[in-house]
């Protein structure tokens, strides 16, 4: 069996953790570009080296990929959503994909109450006209977060941590889940529709798949409270880009906080023209805290998997 493990791509300065677990392991490590390469790349790439275990951070791992590695037991997603990685051709090959769920729950709904800070206070507003030579405190519309309502559409390990920040501020708090727990105490939870009609704050939680693509599309930013504020944190691919950018000109909307495109890392030059948009590169995730346990998590779980140890975040199930 291959005692190679590749590390298709990484968003930080080097692989010095990775190297160091995959190593110690007695395991080799081939890591390819830090920026991720196309899915053909990636392909070609496990065609090369036959790995037992693939480390992934945002490159595809196609059906393909997984089909070209034959000792291939393991595909690790250094993150938590699995929508770069084709599931189920893993499964029904019974290589394992696993992820590391929650060691950016502060982080990201750190994200989210910055935001949100940032829109009621007009942070970045007021710091670009101050920049531009402009000092008018009278112009200033500013909002008291306390008496907002905000609405979480996805209620996981992150939703749950908004909304004790969301009610710590004083917030009323309300979210939508499709398997809402019964003991959400201090939250309210409604309907996607009276969710979006009745917030102040929409703030996007859910993850990426068929069902929820473009989830936030022209009709439901329509159902949404004139002048309100969307945020996204997850996956840029849940919320339409062009209707909030439509939403965004005509003032439905007076301002989106979008950590994650569906274009990234293009960013469509309308949207960066409006004074509403506030923008991040996918960073939310990001502290020097969480990308050290993230990092050095998803490779202890291909060492531990690659040694015939249980996963302890299997992501998917098959029969052996």
């Given at each position: 069996m291959s005692d190679t493990v590749l590390l298709t791509d990484y968003a930080w300065p080097d692989d010095n953790v990775e190297r160091t677990v995959i190593e110690s392991a007695g395991l080799r490590l081939v890591s390819g570009p830090a920026s991720p390469a196309s899915a053909s790349s990636i392909e070609a790439l496990v065609r090369e080296h036959r790995p037992a275990g693939i480390l992934?951070?945002?490159?595809?791992?196609?059906?393909?990929?997984i089909a070209a590695a034959p000792d291939l037991k393991i595909v690790a997603r250094l993150g938590v959503g699995l929508d770069n990685i084709a599931v189920q051709a893993a499964t029904a090959r019974s290589v394992l994909v696993t992820n590391v769920p929650d060691y950016c729950v502060e982080e990201v709904s750190d994200h989210a109450i910055g935001f949100a800070l940032a829109w009621t206070r007009g942070i970045v507003?007021?710091?670009r006209e101050v920049r531009a030579g402009r000092w008018s405190?009278?112009?200033?519309?500013?909002?008291?977060?306390?008496?907002?309502?905000?609405g979480l559409i996805g209620y996981g390990r992150i939703g749950r941590a908004s909304a004790r920040k969301f009610a710590a501020f004083g917030c009323r708090v309300l979210a939508h889940d499709p398997f809402m727990p019964a003991d959400a105490a201090g939250v309210q939870a409604v309907g996607l529709d009276?969710?979006?009609a009745a917030s102040d704050i929409v703030v996007v939680h859910a993850p990426l798949t068929d069902g929820t693509r473009h989830l936030v599309d022209r009709e439901r930013i329509a159902r949404m409270k004139p002048g309100g504020l969307l945020i996204n944190v997850s996956r840029g691919?849940?919320?339409?880009?062009?209707?909030?950018?439509?939403?965004?000109?005509?003032?439905r909307l007076s301002g989106a906080a979008l950590d994650v495109l569906e274009s990234e890392p293009a960013v469509p030059a309308r949207l960066r023209e409006q004074?509403?948009?506030?923008?991040?590169?996918?960073?939310?995730?990001?502290?020097?805290?969480?990308?050290?346990?993230?990092?050095?998590?998803?490779?202890q779980e291909?060492?531990?998997?690659?040694?015939?140890e249980a996963a302890r975040n299997p992501c998917n199930s098959y029969k052996v």
């Amino acid at each position: 069996m291959s005692d190679t493990v590749l590390l298709t791509d990484y968003a930080w300065p080097d692989d010095n953790v990775e190297r160091t677990v995959i190593e110690s392991a007695g395991l080799r490590l081939v890591s390819g570009p830090a920026s991720p390469a196309s899915a053909s790349s990636i392909e070609a790439l496990v065609r090369e080296h036959r790995p037992a275990g693939i480390l992934t951070c945002w490159a595809q791992v196609s059906a393909e990929a997984i089909a070209a590695a034959p000792d291939l037991k393991i595909v690790a997603r250094l993150g938590v959503g699995l929508d770069n990685i084709a599931v189920q051709a893993a499964t029904a090959r019974s290589v394992l994909v696993t992820n590391v769920p929650d060691y950016c729950v502060e982080e990201v709904s750190d994200h989210a109450i910055g935001f949100a800070l940032a829109w009621t206070r007009g942070i970045v507003a007021f710091d670009r006209e101050v920049r531009a030579g402009r000092w008018s405190p009278a112009d200033a519309k500013l909002r008291r977060l306390s008496s907002l309502t905000c609405g979480l559409i996805g209620y996981g390990r992150i939703g749950r941590a908004s909304a004790r920040k969301f009610a710590a501020f004083g917030c009323r708090v309300l979210a939508h889940d499709p398997f809402m727990p019964a003991d959400a105490a201090g939250v309210q939870a409604v309907g996607l529709d009276e969710l979006l009609a009745a917030s102040d704050i929409v703030v996007v939680h859910a993850p990426l798949t068929d069902g929820t693509r473009h989830l936030v599309d022209r009709e439901r930013i329509a159902r949404m409270k004139p002048g309100g504020l969307l945020i996204n944190v997850s996956r840029g691919g849940i919320v339409d880009t062009d209707a909030v950018i439509e939403a965004l000109e005509s003032g439905r909307l007076s301002g989106a906080a979008l950590d994650v495109l569906e274009s990234e890392p293009a960013v469509p030059a309308r949207l960066r023209e409006q004074p509403g948009a506030l923008l991040t590169p996918h960073v939310a995730f990001s502290s020097d805290a969480s990308l050290h346990e993230l990092r050095e998590r998803a490779a202890q779980e291909v060492v531990r998997v690659l040694r015939g140890e249980a996963a302890r975040n299997p992501c998917n199930s098959y029969k052996v």
